[in-house]
C-alpha cells in the first residue's frame, strides 16, 4: 500500500481489531448486565445505515475507474442493488443483481 | 420404566433422546449457519481480492480479516487507506462503523452475561452480524434453553461463519490479482455496502437517515479524505434517532 509504511499498516490492523474486540465485549463483559439506555440504543441503531451510504454516494457518483466521470453502467448497477435488497431483502441476492446490471452494462448495452 | 419406555420409541426419536441437549444446541447452531456462507464467501472473497489490487500483502489482508472480522469496517478502512486519509480518521470512520457491536453486544448480555470471562472474550470475538442474528432469534424463540445450550449453540454457528471468512479472504488474495480491470472490480465495494444496508431501509427513520449521510457526504466531499464521511455519519444518526423519537411521539399522541 503506498503511503502507508508498514508500522502505520499494522497500527490500523492492531487498533481497528483491538477496539472492534472491545465494541464486542463491551455490555457482555464490562459493563455487566445492566440494559442500555434507550437514548444510546437509539442513536447505535442507526449507525451502519448513517456511515455506508454516505462512503457509497461518492464511489457511485464519482467512480475511480473512470477518473471521476459520470457513468452509466455503475449508476445502474447501484440502482439495481438497492431496489433488489429493499425487495428482496436479501443481501446475496442483491450483490448478485447489482454485478449483473454492472457487466450488461459495460460489457452489451453502454 | 423410562427405559423400556424408550425402547419402544421408534429409531428416529430415540437418537433424539440420546443425544444430550448440548449437543444438539451445538448442530443447531452448526446447521442455520451453513445457508450464511453463501453470503459470508463472495463478501470475504471481494475483500481478498480488494485488497490485494490496492496494494496490501498477504499478510496484512488476512491480518484484517482475522483480527478484525468484521467486512463493513475492513472495507472501510481499506476504502479511506486507498485515498490516503489519516490514521486516525481511518481508525474513527472504520469503528463508527462497527460502533453496532456494542447493540449486538446489549442484547446478547442478558443470555449470556453469566459466562466466564475467557467464555465471553470468545463470545466477543466470534460476534459477527450473522451470528448475533442466529443466536438471538435462537434464545428468543427457546425461552427455556440453559446458559451452557446457548453457549453450545454459539459455538456451532462460531464454528461454520468465521472459518469461511478467513478461507475466503485469503482465496480472494490469491484470484486477485488475475482478474482483468475490465471486471471492475472497484465497483465490489459500493454494491457489497448497497446490498448490505438496502435491507436495512425498512423504516422511514432508517430511509431518512441513509438520505441525510448521502447528501451531506457528497456536499463535504471536498474535505481531506475521511472527514466529511464523518461529519456525514454524525448528522445522520442524529436524524435518525430524532425522526425515530418524533415517530414515537406522534403515535403516543394519537
Not at chain 2, 469503528?95 to 467464555?119: D, I
Not at chain 2, 444496508?197 to 422511514?204: E, V
Not at chain 2, 464523518?230 to 415517530?247: P, R, Y
Amino acid at each position: 500500500m503506498t503511503g502507508y509504511s508498514d508500522i502505520a499498516l499494522w497500527v490500523i490492523i492492531t487498533a481497528l481489531g483491538v477496539g472492534t474486540f472491545f465494541l464486542r465485549y463491551s455490555f457482555l463483559g464490562l459493563v455487566g448486565r445492566k440494559p442500555l439506555p434507550e437514548r444510546a440504543l437509539r442513536y447505535l441503531r442507526y449507525t451502519p445505515v448513517a456511515v455506508l451510504p454516505g462512503l457509497v454516494a461518492p464511489l457511485v457518483i464519482w467512480p475511480e475507474a473512470t477518473e471521476g466521470a459520470l457513468d452509466p453502467a455503475r449508476i445502474l448497477a447501484a440502482a439495481v442493488t438497492v431496489a433488489l435488497g429493499v425487495w428482496t431483502k436479501n443481501t446475496l441476492i442483491s450483490i448478485l443483481g447489482g454485478f449483473g446490471m454492472l457487466y450488461a452494462g459495460i460489457f452489451l448495452l453502454l | 420404566m423410562p427405559i423400556t419406555y424408550k425402547m419402544t420409541l421408534p429409531k428416529q426419536v430415540r437418537t433424539m433422546k440420546t443425544r444430550s441437549p448440548i449437543t444438539s444446541a451445538y448442530l443447531r447452531g452448526f446447521v442455520q449457519g451453513l445457508p450464511f456462507t453463501l453470503v459470508i464467501f463472495p463478501f470475504g472473497l471481494l475483500f481478498g481480492v480488494a485488497a490485494t489490487e490496492a496494494g496490501l500483502d498477504i499478510l496484512p489482508v488476512m491480518g484484517f480479516s482475522i483480527f478484525v472480522i468484521a467486512g463493513a469496517s475492513q472495507f472501510t478502512a481499506l476504502h479511506l487507506m486507498v485515498e490516503q486519509a489519516p490514521v486516525i480518521l481511518i481508525l474513527l470512520t472504520s469503528l463508527a462503523v462497527n460502533l453496532r457491536m456494542a447493540m449486538y453486544s446489549a442484547s446478547l448480555a442478558p443470555h449470556l452475561g453469566k459466562a466466564t470471562r475467557w467464555q465471553q472474550a470468545l463470545i466477543a470475538y466470534f460476534m459477527v452480524d450473522q451470528t448475533y442474528a442466529m443466536a438471538i432469534n435462537e434464545y428468543e424463540a427457546r425461552p427455556k434453553m440453559t446458559m451452557s445450550e446457548k453457549l453450545a449453540f454459539y459455538a456451532g454457528t462460531s464454528t461454520v461463519i468465521p472459518p469461511f471468512w478467513y478461507g475466503s479472504t485469503l482465496l480472494g488474495t490469491q484470484i486477485g490479482q488475475t482478474i482483468p480491470p475490465e471486471f471492475a472490480l472497484d465497483f465490489a465495494i459500493p454494491i457489497t455496502f448497497l446490498a448490505m444496508i438496502a435491507p436495512a431501509l425498512r423504516t422511514l427513520a432508517h430511509v431518512a437517515a441513509a438520505a441525510v449521510s448521502i447528501i451531506v457526504a457528497l456536499v463535504f466531499a471536498f474535505l481531506p479524505a475521511g472527514l466529511g464521511l464523518l461529519v456525514a455519519a454524525g448528522c445522520a444518526m442524529v436524524t435518525g434517532a430524532q425522526v425515530e423519537l418524533w415517530q414515537t411521539r406522534r403515535k403516543a399522541a394519537k
